[in-house]
Nanobody, 115 residues
Framework: QVQLVESGGGLVQAGGSLRLSCAAS????????MGWYRQAPGKQRELVVA???????NYADSVRGRFTISRDNAKNTVYLQMSSLKPEDTAVYYC?????????WGQGTLVTVSS
């Protein structure tokens, strides 16, 4: 069973920065891809960014240039560095991992950006 634990969410003013972490139980190099999704109140969950095992990343247009995904294989952790945050970035952020046809999710961490 794969467990993903997010941390790092909180309240930040517009223009500020936060770094989210997603710690996995066991090695992350086994995953085909890992990523971050978010779900704002009343909206569907959407992809923020994903990174493949080969290191290729795919960002949503709304965050490209402001958010950066990275991974530390030694720590079994994926990070999401978020800068120039906007109120519309307010959401619960979820970590995701793909292992073959299986998909795993963390419990989510709330990011609130005040104007």
């Amino acid at each position: 069973q794969v467990q993903l634990v997010e941390s790092g969410g909180g309240l930040v003013q517009a223009g500020g920065s936060l770094r989210l972490s997603c710690a996995a139980s066991g090695s992350i190099i086994r995953f085909n891809a890992m990523g971050w999704y978010r779900q704002a109140p009343g909206k569907q969950r959407e992809l923020v960014v994903a990174i493949t095992s080969g290191g290729s990343s795919n960002y949503a247009d709304s965050v490209r240039g402001r958010f950066t995904i990275s991974r530390d294989n030694a720590k079994n952790t994926v990070y999401l560095q978020m800068s120039s945050l906007k109120p519309e970035d307010t959401a619960v952020y979820y970590c995701n991992a793909e292992l073959g046809r299986l998909e795993f999710w963390g419990q989510g961490t709330l990011v609130t950006v005040s104007s």
